[in-house]
Nanobody
Framework: VQLQASGGGLVQPGGSLRLSCAAS????????MRWYRQAPGKQRELVAA???????GYADSTEGRFTISRDNAKNTAYLQMNSLKPEDTAVYYC??????????????WGQGTLVTVSS
């Protein structure tokens, strides 16, 4: 199983970006999907999460600006980021709890995609 994150780039303050995280390989089902970020010199932090039933949760710093969603048919999660601020600059990582069969769930990480918010 692989997770492929994409969609990062350079954007001006107040702008928007949409990140994608696509899972591929032998997948029975996907439980939680999460986005984390890590800014230079800082610890990785949880940004947003979405469960298999569609329920979501956000970090205080992103609630109201970021929206996480998923397309179960495509095994893909998205992170719509609006009203971006310079402090949102970080490498964004996706994470997923994936059942490869009925009995075994594993934790997978994508490779990270850089988001830079700067004028």
């Amino acid at each position: 199983v692989q997770l492929q994150a994409s969609g990062g780039g350079l954007v001006q303050p107040g702008g928007s970006l949409r990140l994608s995280c696509a899972a591929s390989g032998t997948i029975f089902s996907i439980n939680a999907m999460r986005w984390y970020r890590q800014a230079p010199g800082k610890q990785r932090e949880l940004v947003a999460a979405i469960l298999s039933d569609g329920s979501t949760g956000y970090a205080d710093s992103t609630e109201g600006r970021f929206t996480i969603s998923r397309d179960n048919a495509k095994n893909t999660a998205y992170l719509q980021m609006n009203s971006l601020k310079p402090e949102d600059t970080a490498v964004y990582y996706c994470n997923a709890k994936i059942l490869v069969n009925r009995n075994y769930e594993y934790d997978y990480w994508g490779q990270g995609t850089l988001v830079t918010v700067s004028s």
